[in-house]
T-cell receptor, first 115, second 113 residues
Framework: GAGVSQSPSNKVTEKGKDVELRCDPI?????LYWYRQSLGQGLEFLIY????????KSGLPSDRFSAERTGGSVSTLTIQRTQQEDSAVYLC?????????????FGEGSRLTVL | KQEVTQIPAALSVPEGENLVLNCSFT??????LQWFRQDPGKGLTSLLL?????REQTSGRLNASLDKSSGRSTLYIAASQPGDSATYLC????????????FGTGTRLQVTL
């Protein structure tokens, strides 16, 4: 597609439920990133994929968070047993060139609200 | 640990003014620096990317400079317009942690008529 696509754009869930957030990167982009933006906070790195592997998962806040990427394309971020502090906008980005030099392009984000 | 600071946190200017947004970072060992804008409720739009070997980049009314040795970047916006109103974020990619960008907290710009 023309840009990074994320779905759903908005998700309201009850505490304790699992949620899945999807990211469809720009075609041909090998690098994919997940970030989180909480209200009034800066952007927090979660995980980075190169192809289907995740060499850097250092930003995942707990073992309730996991992510996978298949076919070197679509990625899914899963949050199990959601908590109210998980409420945030989850942003996905992709990059064409090498990890060191590539320009990142972001999607519109998935706004998660945990009640 | 890389820390990125943006000053001012908020700025209001009348239409037509030229303005400068500042970004400073504590670790000068970076691959590149990227400027973004974020409109309310939206994702980030890439404005300019400056590699560590470059001094500046220009796109239309925007000019970004990079002084790696002093840990500073500026984003210059010429002849500001109401449509420039947004939050501007800078982000650095530090060497050794090439997989992620470290973001500043942003400058919220309002351009008034």
């Amino acid at each position: 597609g023309a840009g990074v696509s994320q779905s759903p754009s908005n998700k309201v869930t009850e505490k304790g439920k699992d949620v899945e957030l999807r990211c469809d990167p720009i075609s041909g982009h090998t690098a994919l990133y997940w970030y989180r933006q909480s209200l009034g906070q800066g952007l927090e790195f979660l995980i980075y994929f190169q192809g289907n592997s995740a060499p850097d998962k250092s930003g995942l806040p707990s073992d309730r968070f996991s992510a996978e990427r298949t076919g070197g394309s679509v990625s899914t971020l899963t949050i199990q047993r959601t908590q109210q502090e998980d409420s945030a906008v989850y942003l996905c980005a992709s990059s064409l060139a090498g990890v060191r030099t590539g320009e990142l392009f972001f999607g519109e984000g998935s706004r998660l609200t945990v009640l | 640990k890389q820390e990125v600071t943006q000053i001012p946190a908020a700025l209001s200017v009348p239409e037509g003014e030229n303005l400068v947004l500042n970004c400073s970072f504590t670790d000068s060992a970076i691959y590149n620096l990227q400027w973004f804008r974020q409109d309310p409720g939206k994702g980030l739009t890439s404005l300019l990317l400056i590699q560590s070997s470059q001094r500046e980049q220009t796109s239309g009314r925007l000019n970004a400079s990079l002084d790696k040795s002093s840990g500073r970047s500026t984003l210059y916006i010429a002849a500001s317009q109401p449509g420039d109103s947004a939050t501007y974020l800078c982000a650095v990619r530090r060497t050794g942690t090439a997989s992620k960008l470290t973001f500043g907290t942003g400058t919220r710009l309002q351009v008034t008529l």
